[in-house]
């Protein structure tokens, strides 16, 4: 089947997991026979950026090209609040993105359109399929059509009049999707409430796991424990929060706690100033993938501090599927991904409390850290990449 398959970004330009799975996606469906043609952003180099590039890169057709707008996606959060709402109202209806996409359907001629992550190539893109009578499946990975921020923050109402009305024109937007896909029930569940997808065939379909070797059984119950965090060093993620917690809450010294930066890294200089000298921190703003899945494995505890409603962490499934049991926030969807007191520990919002009593249990248990990485390795040992990319 020739599949035409649509995200805002593609390595090398990434933010985080969604992107690394759009990739592993795109891979195995090439390997089970597809042909595939990637289409994505990539940023303002020069007018000639206007027009889709085409690259074969690794089998695939790749089409890059810059979406006209004030600016790329990925510098979104250097600009003021009035250049961003000016960018969101013209990444609802992008007239040049209609006319690129319209090109490169002439030209590959697809027979399916699938579509990650839309918010920096248009909203508009699902009517532009459907003009183009091109059958359309859209998989859900954030809130980026409840919010123009892609984020719902612990404590804040998202159902306000602005919110309503830009719900309303997502939804419109959204209407000719002939079927939504989403990792979690609450991600789902949450757009049928502001009235998106009620009409389309809807699917829960967990993300994939990839085939890691659990090496719990190789680990030690010696201190220190090695703790883990990995995502954007941003204040949604609660990297700052947790380092905030710990060094206020936490007097225990038997672990190291690892930090990795996903994505861009703006706020690097100021995580180094708060971890300042306290060596149970160890930040790696520089790191490769392989490293970073070594890490996965070889850790004890891996830690997610979300201030967001999260859909379905890569971190979680990458950490179970390693055989490292996990310690998270009780938001979104994460609590569909942890069997409680089994394979991790759920904690309340913003309860640094609850989160130090939990994180202090762990740290003193080494010996059920092994076990619950066990457990989890073999609860996500079926969500393989090759199953997931037949059902979607």
Not at 82 to 99: A, C, D, E, K, M
Not at 367 to 374: K, R, S, T, V, Y
Not at 379 to 391: G, I, N, P, Q
Request: with cysteine; glycine share 6%.
């Amino acid at each position: 089947m020739k599949i035409l398959f649509l995200t805002n970004l593609y390595p090398p330009y990434v933010r985080g997991g969604a992107e690394y799975l759009g990739t592993q996606v795109v891979e195995e469906l090439v390997r089970q026979g597809h042909q595939v043609a990637v289409v994505t952003s990539v940023p303002w180099r020069s007018v000639k950026k206007l027009k889709p590039e085409l690259r074969e890169e690794g089998g695939v057709e790749v089409y890059r090209f810059y979406p006209l707008n004030l600016y790329h996606y990925l510098t979104a959060s250097k600009l003021l609040y009035p250049v961003r709402f000016l960018w969101q109202l013209i990444n609802l209806w992008n007239p040049h993105t209609s006319h690129v996409i319209k090109k490169i359907v002439q030209q590959f001629k697809p027979e399916l359109a699938i579509s990650f992550n839309l918010m920096g190539l248009g909203f508009n893109v699902p009517r532009v399929l459907a003009v183009l009578k091109i059958s359309h499946i859209h998989v859900l990975h954030d809130v980026q059509l409840l919010h123009p921020s892609g984020l719902f923050m612990w404590g804040e109402s998202h159902r306000t009049l602005p919110m309503k009305i830009y719900q309303a024109i997502t939804s419109w937007l959204f209407a000719p999707v002939k079927t939504v896909v989403s990792p979690s029930s609450w991600l789902l569940q949450e757009h049928i409430r502001a009235g998106l997808f009620t009409k389309a065939e809807q699917k829960v379909l967990p993300n994939p796991v990839p085939p890691f070797l659990a090496l719990a059984h190789t680990k030690t119950t010696e201190a220190p424990l090695q703790l883990l965090f990995v995502g954007q060093f941003e204040i949604h993620k609660g990297v700052f929060w947790l380092v905030e917690t710990i060094k206020q809450e936490l007097k225990q010294r038997n672990f190291v706690l690892h930090l990795v930066a996903l994505g861009q890294k703006p706020r690097v200089t100021e995580l180094k100033a708060l971890v300042a000298e306290d060596k149970r921190f160890v930040i790696h703003d520089i790191i490769s993938q392989t490293e970073i899945d070594e890490l996965y494995q070889s850790s004890h505890l891996s830690v997610i501090p979300s201030l967001c409603y999260e859909n379905s962490p890569t971190a979680i499934t990458k950490s179970l599927s390693a055989g490292t049991p996990v310690l998270a926030v009780n938001l979104g969807g994460i609590p569909e991904l942890i069997i409680e007191d089994k394979t991790g520990w759920l904690y309340s919002p913003g309860d640094r409390a609850d989160f130090a009593q939990k994180l202090s249990w762990c740290l003193k248990h080494p010996a059920e850290l092994l076990q619950a990485g066990l457990i989890g390795s073999r609860v996500f040992a079926d969500r393989t990449l090759e199953k997931y990319a037949s059902d979607l």
